[in-house]
């Protein structure tokens, strides 16, 4: 004859079991998330260097994704001519190194890394509107969009670890 505790148990473990479930399938949703956002970092610094050959090696087209650090430093190797190119290439190299920095660190979910990229991507913009670069303005506004969701999502990773 069953008393009833045992079922009672069971079915107290079973929620829990699936409360657990739960709460690990919001994490890896929210890990994915963060990382997804992350990578938008990593799109930046590579466009960003086609371009910047694109310019290097004189060519006219421009699909329009500048950063606005590396369009003035772009613009002074095109002022100085052949011997600024290779310091030119370098400095654009060091920029976009620096979101590729970003873009690792984000996708661990580390926060900071997210509000200093989106910081000094911000400053970056600033210097598009200057030299009204309207494409790659448009980029940079959603670009940050999508990296805020990023932002935002590793906040809920760091808050369910």
């Known amino acids: 004859m069953s008393t009833g505790f045992g079922t009672a ?9 699936h409360v657990n479930e739960r709460i690990a399938v919001s994490k890896m949703v ?3 998330r ?9 799109w930046i610094a590579v466009l960003s260097i086609i371009n910047s050959l694109i310019v290097f090696y004189g060519e006219k087209f421009d699909f329009g994704v500048w950063l606005g650090f590396t369009s003035v430093v772009d613009t002074l190797v095109k002022r ?5 190119s290779i310091l030119g290439i370098v400095i654009n190299a060091l920029v976009a190194g620096v979101f590729i920095a ?6 661990k979910a580390k926060r900071w890394a997210f509000l200093v990229g989106m910081a000094l991507y911000v400053v ?13 303005l448009g980029f940079h506004t959603y670009a940050l969009y ?10 809920r990773v760091q808050i369910q670890l």
């Open 146 to 155: 999508a990296i805020s969701r990023g932002l935002a999502a590793a906040k």
């Open 80 to 84: 100085a001519g052949s011997a600024g």
């Open 30 to 32: 929210a890990a994915t």
């Open 102 to 107: 970003f873009g690792y660190f984000a996708t």
């Open 124 to 136: 970056d913009g600033l210097l598009l509107i200057e030299r009204r670069h309207i494409l790659s």
């Open 9 to 17: 148990a069971l079915q107290s473990s079973e929620r829990i079991a």
């Open 34 to 42: 963060a990382r997804t956002g992350a990578k938008w970092f990593y």
